[in-house]
């Protein structure tokens, strides 16, 4: 009951005038037609106003909304009542275009407030579709299509173009050890440590587990060396607190760059993964070009 309180309020002010205006009215001869259309609109208005409390849960849409509703309502109610008495003061009905106009305009902009969060919703959930739920980058459904894009503009403009694949080291015996949490912790310290140290155009993203993947556009393979060996020692720096002894962790990186016979994004992937094995079996935290 308390959420219809704006409408009931607006029903029993209605009854109360209905009321008290009969005592300043002048009968006349109704004009039934009027009556049935006008008074027919006012209910459909008094209506929207429940549908409203009902329906829109969005605050800012949910007050433009009710105002518009609730000056149109007055002013079909108005032009309802206006069929029925003639009132002694002349000009009485003055503001009932002035309702109506004002009631329009709130309407239009609760439609135009509601399609724009509308939009803003679409946009947050195309956000979160891309977005890994743990680490807050890029999720390998989305890095999978940057990279087929990157990898036909790369062949198309004769760009160089280079790809890291990282996986952490041990990360396994982190979590047999120290739990999922502390293990959770790793990866999103990882994430954000990584995150800071590339471009603003370069594209991390994590495959799955304690595997990530980053993409270096108009990059060679020697810089993206650089670029691996700098993630490799600015991992070294990070520590998880822990309730026992801090947690420090390493990690192997593969590295590859975009061949002239290269024909499909796949193979610098398979490349880079070799790289990456490679690095793991010969002791780890090392980073291996392919």
Known sequence: MKKYFYPLFILFATLIFLLIENLFAIDKEINYFGLSIYGSMSLIMLISLFVVQKIVSI???????????????????????????????????????????????????????WIKHDEEVKEKLLELASIDDLTGIMNRRVFDMELKRDFVNAKRYRKSLSLITIDLDHFKE??????????????????????STLREGDIFSRWGGDEFCIILHETNGKNAMKVAEKIRFAVKNIHVKTDSAPIYFTVSLGVTELHVEDSDPMVLIDRADKALYQAKESGRDKTVPQ
């Not at 009485?92 to 902009?109: K, P, Q, S, T």
């Not at 982190?174 to 999103?188: A, C, P, Q, R, S």
Request: charged share 20%; no cysteine.
């Open 59 to 113: 605050k800012e849409v949910y007050f433009y909304l009710s105002a518009g509703f609730s000056f149109a309502y007055i002013s079909l109610f108005i032009r309802t009542v206006e069929a029925i008495h003639v009132y002694p003061i002349e000009k009485i009905y003055v503001f009932e275009d002035l309702f109506r106009l004002v009631g329009f305009g709130f309407v239009i902009i609760a439609i135009i407030k």
């Open 174 to 195: 982190i979590n047999d050890k120290h739990g999922h949490f502390f293990g959770d912790l790793v990866l999103k310290m990882f994430a954000k440590e990584v995150a």
